[in-house]
């Protein structure tokens, strides 16, 4: 593939271009995003590990779902290391989040209400604690600037205006979460939540798009000193998330610059949930991309 064709969508993290009339090129930036607003300040090779990580996982998961990647080698050069190749495919309109413990706005909404999107849960859960099972916790796709809205089963199913297919998501996300969260765990990280997008074929089939486990679309706790009844240190954008509201911005557009240690902390944090996870260097992607 010589060169990308147009931009087509931008969201706050991926630039999508065309690339033939089955295919998009998926290009994914260092922006960072908290609170659904991107910061003025790029995170140094986060789109590499984002990718990167994107590439493991899906190969992890094939057997359970098949996934929209081509290629991530048949892109343009100046895209190396943080595009995709993929399959063009009808996405489902609806967050599939499969949570794992209870924590973020799953621990808030059940500190008020003793449920998360209208599944109840045992009384006397700390926060961060697991749950007994993982839960399907879909979400409302935002717009950029916009925020996520997690809703009930109930209301996902008239989203996507066919109940036994979100009945398949949820089965898919769980099961891919499931693996995604041994494989993590044996590697000393928690996969405490994460949130997947899925698509169709032209023939009904439903594929793995967009990222897979990533730092951006999922909460990473190193497991050694993990302890349930308080928040958790991270390896994902948590960090940043938990300077942004302690630096008194109000959480609407304009975000504000990152300080230089916020952005080189969290591109190690980044880098070492790639290392940790793929179980090799991070230089090794990029020498393979």
Known sequence: ???AAALIAQGKVRDIYEAGEDRLLLVVSDRISTYDVVHPTPIPDKGKVLTGLTAFWFDKTADICPNHLISYTDVPEEHRGRAMLVER???VPVECVVRGYITGSGWKDYHATGAVCGIELPAGLR???QLPEPIFTPATKA????HDENVDFDRAAEIVRDR???EELRRLS???YRRGAAHARERGIILADTKFEFGRRSDGTLVLGDEAMTPDSSRFWPADGYEAGRSQ???DKQYVRDWASASGWDKSPPAPELPEEVVERTRALY???YERIAGEPFERWLERS
């Open 127 to 129: 926060e961060s604690e």
């Open 89 to 91: 495919l009808e996405m």
């Open 1 to 3: 593939m010589s060169e």
């Open 164 to 166: 036994e297919l979100l």
């Open 271 to 273: 880098v070492e949930a």
């Open 143 to 146: 717009e950029v600037g916009d």
């Open 233 to 235: 240190p991270s390896f």
């Open 174 to 176: 769980i099961e891919v």
